[in-house]
């Protein structure tokens, strides 16, 4: 179910740096981890960042530890993924994803993604 929405994709030089943001105005995501994904051209979507609901735990894939930081920002529903120190195969379409359950139905788990924003680094 696509009910997210990201922006901030473009064209980069190698070691440039873009944020990606990841927004809705359907649900509050408040009660969602958020995941970044990434799917490069012939390859298989793989996972990038998460976040957790409160933004006290957060994950990385080794390829990108230490050049990109995922946050949130509850008050203004949005999750950001900044990416710096930017590298070639770091070209892909970016995805967000937020899994969770609504405080009113806790037992029904809900999964949203996005349409994706391209990201490309060349020079």
């Known amino acids: 179910q696509l009910q997210l929405v990201e922006s901030g994709g473009g064209l980069v030089q190698p070691g440039g740096s873009l944020r990606l943001s990841c927004a809705t105005s359907a649900f509050t995501l408040d009660y969602y981890a958020i995941g970044w994904f990434r799917q490069a051209p012939g390859k298989e979507r793989e996972g990038v960042s998460c976040?957790?609901?409160?933004?006290?735990?957060?994950n990385y894939a080794d390829s990108v530890k230490g050049r990109f930081t995922i946050s949130r920002d509850n008050a203004k529903n949005t999750v950001y993924l900044q990416m710096n120190s930017l590298k070639p195969e770091d070209t892909a379409v970016y995805y967000c994803n937020a899994v969770g359950a609504e405080p009113s139905n806790p037992f029904v788990p809900r999964n949203y993604w996005g349409q994706g924003t391209q990201v490309t680094v060349s020079s």
């Open positions: 976040i957790s609901s409160s933004g006290g735990s957060t």
